[in-house]
């Protein structure tokens, strides 16, 4: 990672500590150079540098109670079924839930505006004019747990470190941080290479925090049980490996009572249950074990949400309208695998999936066809091109298929019977015009194997609504199979590209920028436990996602983004699933909420908080 990063750590910690220079906040500004009580994506906030606190929380909050919860969201090396590692920032072992909530970050994104942050750590930032060099000026009330003052050369260490030695997630993002160094104990200065991406300063503001003093003399890329050192708002208090994990409020946390922090953390503990099986997680929650749920299965939220707390009225159902982008739902096809190398047989494939008759006697009717990688927002391809998006994508004619400057593809509606023969003929013409033959019931590959594909999972929840897939594949000669492995062995297969389809979920975003690289870019299809699970490497989708990480106004990126949008439908990477704009959740009737939610997100349970009277009501003990 680029600045010789021995030299880097060794100027950001001991060297420049040794001569306890002033702050450079004590100065004037440089020429060109501007202060900021927060960063954001095109340069505008919302909020002045005296804001209270964020609209959508409560600011007299009361605290208390628990929070039990399984984990729904992954970064790092987590997994959702287990762990054994509470270092979840390096590739080697499978990370424990909740621990990001142990480490603070220079700054904190606001639900109300997208690509937005304002200060945590750092209180403010002073910019370059070149916007190569940003300089935090550190709180001088930021405390570790242990009480040890968290300074600039903390900040300096941590962020060199996760390039040097961070999960490739990590080094792949800072590719363009060329390093950080502590001018003063309150002064970080950070820098970027020429060649950095728009959004690079707000993913910098969003790191962890490490303590470099409780890291000397430990492993940073091992695995550990051992709790590393944090300064936010949680410590960890107990954990039985692979079965539960919980962590307290810190009752005298530095940073409490800052504008970002008021009316959130209320919960005394936070818990997160492991479980091997949904259903069992279901019991969980049936029982009281887990109070608060997401439900991401229609069948479950219209069949089995009828036990007797719900029905008198212990347990609680909310379909929130949820203004967060949709993830990306869908069977994603491993093209580092020869089967899967011609577009026409992803097409295929793709076509032996009847939406509307799973969605149907699946999923009660409760999705949309999901079509696009930017669904449900504005940078959605729709029609044809027009000329800005033209001009991106014209040098590439020729090197992309001729559909990505007409209508972009959106699968097509099936008769519902759930075996449309018009649909399974088209992909019977299309393996065979890419070189697929017949060998009596078999087909076989343009290579004379036989066409065989496994579906890859660590749970079977999606199970039945494979079940149909395979039966159409089965139908055109391919032989399948949905094979289900334990968590570890899941995540070390998907690490290795040791697949030929799986389902996965990516994250959205309003404001797209590097986390593109980490899904599409031709480096990612290369780098071990990338998102990048389809393996892509197209330099059009390379040189698109260049654009949307630079894109200089709302604008330009969305017309980028739906140029990407089309090549990567153009593509056929993935057998597209479905969506749902709301979120179903579930609760035990103990928490009480704002009356107002972010505009990009349902708040909940971020922003609620232990109501002792309503857990009185329902003798719920928590």
């Not at 950080?180 to 925090?209: C, K, W, Y």
């Not at 307290?248 to 209320?266: M, S």
């Not at 992803?346 to 008759?357: C, K, S, V």
């Not at 590097?514 to 031709?522: C, M, V």
Request: proline share 5%.
């Amino acid at each position: 990672m680029a600045l010789t990063r021995r030299t880097t750590l060794k100027l950001g910690s001991a060297a420049l500590g040794a001569l306890a220079l002033p702050s450079g906040f004590g100065r004037a500004l440089a020429a060109g150079e501007v202060e900021t009580h927060g960063l954001s994506t095109f340069g505008e906030l919302a909020l002045p540098a005296d804001f209270p606190h964020f609209a959508y929380v409560n600011p007299q909050a009361p605290r208390g109670g628990l929070l039990s919860i399984q984990i729904k969201n992954t970064s790092g090396n987590q997994n959702f079924e287990t762990f054994d590692t509470l270092n979840i920032f390096v590739f080697k072992g499978d990370g424990a839930a909740g621990m990001d909530t142990t480490f603070d970050t220079l700054m904190a994104g606001s639900g109300d505006e997208p690509g937005s942050m304002y200060g945590l750590v750092a209180d403010k930032v002073r910019i370059s004019d070149d916007k190569l060099t940003y300089k935090f000026h550190i709180r001088p009330e930021a405390r570790f747990h242990d009480g040890s003052k968290l300074t600039a050369r903390d900040a300096a260490f941590s962020f060199n470190m996760l390039k040097a030695k961070g999960h490739p997630v990590y080094r792949s993002i800072l590719g363009e941080f060329s390093g950080a160094e502590a001018q003063a104990d309150d002064t970080l200065v950070v820098r970027f290479t020429e060649n950095r991406s728009r959004d690079l300063h707000l993913v910098i503001a969003g790191l962890p925090i490490f303590s470099e003093a409780w890291w000397k003399g430990r492993d940073f890329e091992a695995s550990t049980l051992e709790a590393p050192l944090g300064s936010g708002p949680y410590k960890m208090s107990r954990f039985e490996q692979g079965r539960y994990i919980e962590f307290a409020r810190v009752r005298d946390y530095w940073g409490d009572r800052l504008p970002v922090n008021i009316g959130q953390n209320n919960f005394d503990r936070i818990r997160y249950e492991y479980y091997r099986e949904r259903q069992v997680a279901f019991e969980g929650f049936k029982s009281g074990q887990i109070n608060f749920n997401e439900e991401y299965t229609a069948r479950l939220w219209a069949t089995a949400y009828d036990f007797p707390a719900v029905r008198d009225g212990r347990v609680k159902k909310d379909e929130l309208q949820n203004g967060a982008p949709t993830p990306s739902q869908g069977w994603y096809f491993n093209t580092r695998h020869a089967k899967f190398k011609d577009a026409r047989v992803r097409e295929a494939l793709g076509l032996a999936f009847d939406f509307e008759w799973t969605n149907r006697n699946i999923m009660y009717s409760a999705y949309k066809r999901m079509a696009s990688w930017f669904e449900n927002t504005d940078m959605k391809a729709t029609g044809k091109p027009g000329d800005a998006e033209l001009a991106l994508l014209e040098p590439f004619r020729g090197k992309v298929p001729d559909e990505v400057f007409g209508e972009p593809y959106v699968p097509p509606v099936s008769d519902g019977s759930g075996s449309d023969r018009a649909l399974l003929r088209k992909a019977d013409d299309l393996l065979r015009a890419a070189g697929c033959k017949r060998d009596g019931g078999r087909l076989l590959l343009a290579n004379g194997e036989a066409f065989e594909i496994e579906f890859l999972d660590s749970s079977g929840a999606l199970k039945p609504h494979t079940e149909p897939l395979q039966a159409n594949l089965r139908k055109l000669g391919i032989t399948t199979t949905f094979r289900t492995v334990d968590a570890a062995q899941y995540k070390r297969r998907l690490d290795n590209f040791d697949f030929d389809i799986v389902t996965m979920a990516l994250g959205g975003s309003f404001t797209p920028g590097d986390g593109l690289r980490i899904t599409w870019s031709s480096d990612a299809a290369k780098t071990p436990g990338t998102r990048n699970v389809a393996g892509v490497q197209d330099p059009a989708v390379d040189f698109l996602v260049h654009r949307i990480s630079r894109a200089s106004s709302r604008e330009e990126l969305t017309v980028a983004a739906r140029a990407l949008d089309r090549v990567l439908r153009a593509g056929r990477y993935w057998i597209p699933m479905w969506y749902k704009d709301k979120s179903l959740i579930a609760y035990w009737d103990v928490f009480s909420r704002p009356e107002t939610r972010p505009r990009y997100s349902t708040g909940a349970p971020g922003v609620w908080w232990w109501d002792a009277e309503k857990a009185k009501r329902i003798n719920y003990q928590g």
